[in-house]
């Protein structure tokens, strides 16, 4: 009987051990994968696309989708499904690359998206990123995003928020875009300061891009393995109201997934 109280607190401290191991274990295996960071949140929607659209206008897409250029140009279809896959061309007359964007709704989280640059122009870009259209802090509520670009073949990952969209740092570069002078220096400074640019391999397959934003960083893996991260305050809004994805002009998309973690 008198071994017996060392031995549970041997039991229990051997049982303490592995505990705090499983603990570090699940810690490392997150670290540097963001889609299982992701997937230990709770999913927001998901979107397969396994249905055809019912027509042209914002909501054609369904699923709780909305287009923020649909309605601009009725008569044509910039957004098709087709195979499971959707697949969007800009009309060059609705003045403003297709935006389409789903509600979201987290602070730290983001988005697996299985996408293809199907080559069908010249360069190509998507856009992948957050919106809050609530706030006043950045015009027209863009937050932060990455940008990928076929030619440049480079990921461009943006804060927005306190960059080109705040008001005041509008205000201060308009008179130069007008009048086409140089900004001053600290001005570019400041905007050169909330972006990154990181380069990938820019073809027309099929990858899976994971794009997250936690606290003041955000970053973006690319099939698997991490491709670069960015730290600005604006990536640490409390609220990514919206999920957005803007081709310029031709992207597919297959499959998407967006999850809050905070
Ligand atoms: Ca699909």
């Given at each position: 009987m008198s071994h017996s109280k060392p031995c549970a607190r041997l039991v229990v401290g051997i049982l303490s051990i592995v505990v705090l191991l499983a603990a570090c274990g699940a810690r490392i295996a997150h670290a540097g994968d963001d889609a299982a960071w992701l997937k230990s949140g709770t999913l927001i929607f998901e979107d397969s696309f396994d249905r055809e659209e019912d027509g042209n206008l914002a909501k054609a897409i369904g699923n709780g989708w909305n287009s923020a250029t649909a309605n601009r140009v009725p008569d044509e279809k910039q957004a098709d499904l087709d195979g499971g896959v959707l697949k969007v061309m800009s009309s060059a007359k609705a003045g403003h690359q297709a935006h389409i964007h789903h509600d979201a709704g987290f602070e730290d989280g983001g988005a697996i998206v299985r996408f293809k640059l199907p080559g069908l122009s010249k360069t190509e870009s998507l856009t992948v990123g957050f919106v809050d259209r609530e706030t006043s802090k950045a015009a027209a509520g863009h937050l932060c995003y990455a940008v990928l670009t076929s030619d440049p073949p480079q990921v461009q990952l943006l804060d927005r928020k306190t960059g080109y969209s705040d008001p005041d740092v509008s205000k201060r570069r308009q008179p130069y875009l007008k009048s086409g002078e140089k900004l001053p220096d600290d001005l570019q400074r400041l905007l050169d300061s909330k972006m990154k640019f990181v380069p990938w391999k820019a073809d027309h397959e099929w990858h899976e891009l994971v794009l997250v934003t936690e606290g003041d960083e955000m970053r973006v893996t690319l099939d698997g393995k991490p491709l670069g991260s960015h730290r600005s305050?604006?990536?640490?809004?409390?609220?990514?109201r919206w999920f957005s994805l803007l081709m310029n002009p031709s992207a597919w998309i297959d499959d998407v997934k967006v999850y809050e973690v905070k």
């Open positions: 305050e604006g990536f640490a809004h409390p609220m990514k």
